[in-house]
């Protein structure tokens, strides 16, 4: 059974810069997407960053050139980088990677306030 653990999340003022961590443990074999996703009170889950094996990537347009994504193979991890928070960067953040025999896992969550 793959398990996905995320980690980073807080409190953070805008501007400011925090990065999320998660790693997948269960399986021996990388999986080919990692990303994160959000979910915001009210809101839909939306995809925030995902990356591929070959690490090509894509952004939501929101946080274009203020989130990174990465990811190590070799450990099964992705992070993300986020730089310059805004206020609306807020909420409950997941990982999301696979897939390993057709399906795809979910982290429980971790949450990110961006708030003065």
């Known amino acids: 059974q793959v398990q996905l653990v995320e980690s980073g999340g807080g409190l953070v003022q805008p501007g400011g810069s925090l990065r999320l961590s998660c790693a997948a443990s269960?399986?021996?074999?990388?999986?080919?997407?990692m990303g994160w996703y959000r979910q915001a009170p009210g809101k839909a889950r939306e995809l925030v960053a995902a990356?591929?094996?070959?690490?090509?990537?894509n952004y939501a347009d929101s946080v274009k050139g203020r989130f990174t994504i990465s990811r190590d193979n070799a450990k099964n991890t992705v992070s993300l980088q986020m730089n310059s928070l805004k206020v609306e960067d807020t909420a409950v953040y997941y990982c999301?990677?696979?897939?390993?025999?057709?399906?795809?896992?979910w982290g429980q969550g971790t949450q990110v306030t961006v708030s003065s």
């Open positions: 999301k990677a696979g897939p390993w025999g057709n399906k795809y896992y």
């Open positions: 990356i591929t094996t070959g690490s090509n990537s």
């Open positions: 269960g399986s021996i074999f990388s999986s080919y997407f």
